[in-house]
């Protein structure tokens, strides 16, 4: 660098100026190695920002797949649950309506009129028990007046 410079005898002092050159020169290359550090990092930056991209793409997959095959099987278990449910509600009408033909409205109507038919015959009973018990109570009570009667001479 110092071939630059005219050496005059006025002027600057070529080692002063060769010193500041060679600084400036030091300087240029600190600002080239931290351009080249920051340009470095930037690079990595980008490349691990574009792996974490990456990454997160296939975790999404991932989650969409297995997302995914779990609907498909919440829905191959309500399938089967609804014809559980369709089948359990066909054999509950089937064992419902072999009771309901045995039984049927006339023959609860029937039974209902005996139970009546019964309850009648049941307090005519109690009455006649009552009456009967009612007569043989005034006939014993007639007979100890006549006892006690003869015992009093009378």
Do not use: W
């Not at 793409?57 to 559980?84: C, F, G, H, P, Y």
């Amino acid at each position: 660098m110092a071939g630059r410079f005219e050496l005059v005898k006025k002027g600057y002092c070529p080692d002063a100026v060769d010193r500041y050159v060679q600084s400036l020169e030091a300087q240029v290359a600190g600002y080239r190695d931290k351009d080249k550090a920051i340009t470095g990092a930037i690079i990595s930056a980008q490349h691990a920002a574009d792996n974490i991209v990456t990454n997160a793409k296939v975790q999404a997959r991932i989650v969409r797949e297995n997302t995914s095959k779990q609907l498909a099987d919440i829905s191959l278990s309500l399938n089967t649950q609804r014809r559980m449910l369709s089948d359990f509600a066909s054999e509950y009408g089937v064992v419902v309506s072999k009771y309901l033909k045995a039984v049927d409205n006339a023959d609860f109507i029937g039974i209902t009129e005996k139970i009546d038919s019964l309850e009648t015959y049941l307090a005519d009973f109690a009455d006649e028990v009552a009456e009967d018990l009612e007569v043989e109570y005034r006939m014993q009570e007639n007979s100890h007046a006549a006892a006690i009667s003869e015992l009093l001479g009378g």
